[in-house]
């Protein structure tokens, strides 16, 4: 039988180890546009390396299913990776922290509806796990000629669920 994890909920203060929320909660930073708009001013920490830009794609991932059984985690060690869902629902964000190149200590947050991350440089994470169609995010991340992709297969698959 797999591991379980229980997902938590997504909050800036618990993901912090791993990189940034993405979200308008709270009070605005600034008021703009003569008073019709919040900006929430400068919220994630990207990196891109001293050899790549900054690059917008658009991703359109599979929806996925609860509990969730996790085979494979990812790094880019090269960059930070930004999502930002297109659509005003809930999705799953999986990291895990690093001890000598392998995961470890893996956690499961369930971001709400209208809830981003960013990445930081290196940080294992699972493959983008949306939990209703249609699976849209812009993601902003590193592009450069050089690989900026590590991928680690699980053992033991660990289950997620709620």
Not at 2 to 19: R, V
Not at 29 to 55: M, S, W
Not at 78 to 106: K, N, R
């Amino acid at each position: 039988m797999p591991h379980l994890i229980k997902i938590e909920p997504l909050t800036a203060s618990a993901f912090a180890p791993y990189g940034d929320v993405l979200d308008a909660s709270g009070t605005p930073d600034r008021i703009i546009n003569q008073g019709f708009c919040g900006r929430y001013h400068d919220r994630a920490q990207l990196d891109f390396g001293p050899d790549g830009r900054a690059g917008i794609s658009v991703f359109q991932a599979q929806p996925r299913t609860l509990p969730y059984t996790l085979t494979l985690l990812e790094r880019h060690p090269e960059g930070s990776q930004a999502f930002l869902p297109m659509s005003q629902h809930e999705w799953l964000v999986i990291v895990a922290s690093d001890q000598d190149g392998t995961p470890t200590g893996i956690r499961a947050f369930l971001a709400a509806p209208g809830q981003g991350v960013n990445l930081h440089r290196g940080t294992w994470h699972g493959v983008l796990t949306p939990l209703h169609p249609p699976g849209l995010f812009a993601v902003i991340d590193r592009i450069a000629d050089s690989p900026n992709l590590e991928e680690y297969a699980l053992s033991d698959p660990i289950l997620i669920n709620r």
